[in-house]
C-alpha cells in the first residue's frame, strides 16, 4: 500500500479493525437473513444502508480534491468528469450491489460464515494480482503477505477435510470395538 513501514495504532489501524467487526457482523448477519427473506429485497436494504452510511460519511469526512468538483453538502461533492463518474459506477454498481447480490445467494444456498470470511480474504490478494497485472510493482513483504493469507485459506480448508476425517476415522474405530 505504500506505508511508510512505521510502527503504531493510528487512525488507519483502528478504522480497519472497526472495518473488520463491521465486515464479521455484515456476514454473520447475512448468513442467519438471507435464508429467512426474499433474496433480492435483502439486497436492496443492504444498498439502501451503504448508501446512508456512505452518505454520512461523505459529508464529514475530508477527502482529495477532484477536478471540477462541486460542492453539494458539507464534505460531499460531485464532480461531472468522467473519472469521479466511472469510479462512482463502478463502485455501486459492481463493488457493492453485485457483491451483495452473489454473497446473499451464496449464504442463502449454504455457503457458510466461515468460507464467505476465507473468500473474501482473498480480495487483498487478488487486488495486488490486478495492480501487478496492470503494471504495479509489488515488494517482498507485500509477496508474503499474500502468500500468507492464502497459507492461512489452504491451512483452514485442510484443517476441516483432516477434522472430519479423523472424526470419522475414530467413530469406525469406536464401532469396531463394539463402543
Keep these: 500500500?505504500?506505508?511508510?513501514?512505521?510502527?503504531?495504532?493510528?487512525?488507519?489501524?483502528?478504522?480497519?479493525?472497526?472495518?473488520?467487526?463491521?465486515y464479521a457482523l455484515h456476514i454473520v448477519f447475512t448468513g442467519v437473513c438471507a435464508r429467512k427473506s426474499n433474496l433480492y429485497g435483502f439486497v436492496?436494504?443492504?444498498?439502501?444502508?451503504?448508501?446512508?452510511?456512505?452518505?454520512?460519511?461523505?459529508?464529514?469526512?475530508?477527502?482529495a480534491e477532484f477536478e471540477g468538483e462541486i460542492k453539494v453538502l458539507g464534505n460531499l461533492i460531485f464532480s461531472p468528469g468522467f473519472d469521479f463518474v466511472f469510479a462512482l459506477v463502478l463502485t455501486s454498481i459492481f463493488?457493492?450491489?453485485?457483491?451483495?447480490?452473489?454473497?446473499?445467494?451464496?449464504?442463502?444456498?449454504?455457503?457458510?460464515?466461515?468460507?464467505?470470511?476465507?473468500?473474501?480474504?482473498l480480495e487483498p490478494v487478488s487486488a495486488g494480482i490486478m495492480g501487478y497485472a496492470f503494471g504495479e510493482k509489488l515488494s517482498a513483504l507485500q509477496i508474503l503477505g499474500a502468500a500468507l493469507i492464502l497459507a492461512g485459506i489452504l491451512l483452514s480448508e485442510l484443517g476441516g477435510l483432516l477434522?472430519?476425517?479423523?472424526?470419522?476415522d475414530r467413530a469406525c474405530k469406536k464401532a469396531d470395538r463394539g463402543d
Excluded at 101 to 119: D, Y
Excluded at 163 to 168: Q, T, V, Y
Design 163 to 168: 477434522g472430519a476425517k479423523f472424526a470419522k
Design 44 to 63: 436492496i436494504v443492504q444498498f439502501i444502508c451503504v448508501c446512508v452510511c456512505a452518505l454520512i460519511a461523505a459529508v464529514f469526512v475530508p477527502h
Design 1 to 22: 500500500s505504500g506505508a511508510s513501514g512505521a510502527v503504531g495504532f493510528g487512525i488507519g489501524e483502528r478504522l480497519t479493525l472497526i472495518s473488520a467487526f463491521a
Design 95 to 121: 463493488a457493492t450491489v453485485t457483491a451483495f447480490v452473489i454473497q446473499t445467494m451464496a449464504q442463502n444456498r449454504g455457503v457458510s460464515e466461515i468460507k464467505t470470511v476465507l473468500i473474501f480474504a
